[in-house]
């Protein structure tokens, strides 16, 4: 079966130190996967997807920065984090197989920058 | 443009009484619609999906949705509702290619004894 593990589950940054979070999947091949940020109080916010190794959008223009070096592997970065970065990160990956379709998302991560 | 409106930021009901979280889309295609909880500090679960066939779609824990062409409606229902759903509900389109999958805003569920 598949599933989808993130990590760390909480992390506290001070301001200006780099950041490396990191989700991977395992069973299954070539997935879709994406980073979503949850601010306090508000929705989810699509920050990168990548359809394959090395193939990454970016929805929003910030901080941040992802990346893809395996298969099922994707990372999230950042050089010097900012106040504004606090927040929860999912990893998601997506599927269509027979007519099934899913989006499973990993248990997050409580980024909290001081 | 794809978007999902959850026009209720937050509702409040009594533990037992029945529920209906509303969800409104906007897809060019033929949508495939998902409604998610998050409980606290918690990840996204699912609750249901619909792709075809039978309008009244059921999920988990007691959680019913029916799709309606008519009125771009996806809402989601509970006939009687537990202290334990009280979460944040999140509806979604998908496209039919996996590619994009757009949220709600989000709707926050209160239940009170």
């Known amino acids: 079966s598949q599933t989808i593990h993130q990590w760390p589950a909480t992390l506290v940054q001070p301001v200006g130190s780099p950041l490396s979070l990191e989700c991977t999947v395992e069973?299954?091949?070539?997935?879709?996967l994406y980073w979503y940020r949850q601010a306090a109080g508000r929705g989810l916010q699509l920050l990168f997807y990548?359809?394959?190794?090395?193939?990454i959008s970016s929805e929003v223009p910030q901080n941040l920065s992802a990346s893809r070096p395996q298969d099922r592997q994707f990372i999230l970065s950042s050089k010097k984090l900012l106040l504004s970065d606090s927040g929860f990160y999912l990893c998601a990956w997506s599927f269509r197989v027979r007519g099934d379709y899913g989006y499973t998302f990993g248990s997050g991560t409580r980024l909290t920058v001081v | 443009a794809q978007s999902v409106t959850q026009p209720d930021i937050h509702i409040t009901v009594s533990e037992g009484a029945s529920l209906e979280l509303r969800c409104n889309y906007s897809?060019?295609?033929?949508?495939?619609l998902f409604w998610y909880v998050q409980s606290p500090g918690q990840g996204l679960q699912l609750l249901l999906k619909?792709?075809?066939?039978?309008?009244l779609v059921q999920g988990i824990k007691g959680f019913e949705a029916e799709f309606k062409r008519s009125q771009s409606s996806f809402n989601l229902r509970k006939p009687s509702v537990h202290w334990s759903d009280a979460a944040e509900y999140f509806c979604a389109v998908g496209s039919n290619t996996g590619n994009q999958f757009y949220f709600g805003t989000g709707t926050s569920l209160t239940v009170i004894p």
């Open positions: 897809y060019g295609a033929t949508p495939y």
């Open positions: 069973g299954t091949s070539n997935p879709n």
């Open positions: 990548s359809v394959g190794i090395g193939q």
């Open positions: 619909y792709f075809s066939g039978d309008t």
